[in-house]
């Protein structure tokens, strides 16, 4: 049995052909395999484009819904916050500020009252003329409001509109008086 030998003869033409039908089926099967990765690549972008505005939506009715809580609190300017917002928003888009800022110049006016959280109601909602103490109070509210909001490390804008939204020109403004 050790002393036999086969010897198979092909000819070159039909070794060839088997070659170009491997390369052939090679060259289909990479393909596909691109094009479904670059397929689900992009399905997966998609739906990672579509998550974020979900969870961007999502915030901006957080922060609404936060800040009607605030504009509840004070009887005398419910819907103040999202006035100031609107009103905000639109002045940014006549000075010529992008989209994204006027976004967040948007939620800005939104939160600048969020330090009366930590005024009391009998202060915020008192019918007549503030005393000196209370007026104190109220003027706290922007620190208040810039402590509460400086947490956020994705928007640290959200605590400097707080902090500074009474602030004026003149220097007569609060809490620094700049």
């Known amino acids: 049995m050790g002393q036999w030998y086969a010897v198979i003869a092909i000819d070159n033409t039909e070794l060839l052909e088997d070659?170009?039908?491997?390369?052939?089926?090679?060259?289909?099967?990479?393909?596909?395999?691109?094009f479904l990765?670059?397929?689900?690549?992009?399905?997966?972008?998609?739906?990672?484009?579509?998550?974020?505005?979900?969870?961007?939506?999502?915030?901006?009715?957080?922060?609404?819904?936060?800040?009607?809580?605030i504009d509840a609190k004070d009887n005398y300017?419910?819907?103040?916050?999202?006035?100031?917002?609107?009103?905000?928003?639109?002045?940014?888009?006549?000075?010529?500020y992008s989209q994204a800022e006027q976004e967040e110049i948007y939620l800005m006016g939104l939160l600048h009252d969020v330090g009366k959280i930590g005024v009391p109601d009998e202060v915020i909602n008192k019918p007549s003329r503030l005393t000196e103490e209370?007026?104190?109070?109220?003027?706290?509210?922007?620190?208040?409001?810039?402590?509460?909001?400086?947490?956020?490390?994705?928007?640290?804008?959200?605590?400097?509109?707080?902090?500074?939204h009474h602030e004026r020109f003149d220097g007569k403004g609060y809490p620094e008086g700049l």
């Open 19 to 34: 070659t170009r039908s491997q390369i052939a089926v090679n060259i289909m099967v990479s393909l596909i395999t691109f």
């Open 37 to 69: 990765i670059s397929f689900f690549y992009y399905i997966g972008y998609k739906n990672e484009q579509i998550s974020g505005k979900k969870v961007e939506e999502m915030n901006v009715q957080v922060v609404t819904a936060l800040a009607a809580a």
């Open 77 to 96: 300017t419910n819907g103040h916050s999202s006035r100031v917002a609107e009103y905000a928003k639109m002045i940014a888009a006549r000075s010529g």
């Open 134 to 164: 209370e007026f104190e109070l109220i003027k706290k509210h922007p620190v208040i409001g810039n402590s509460i909001l400086s947490s956020i490390r994705e928007s640290p804008k959200l605590a400097t509109g707080a902090r500074w």
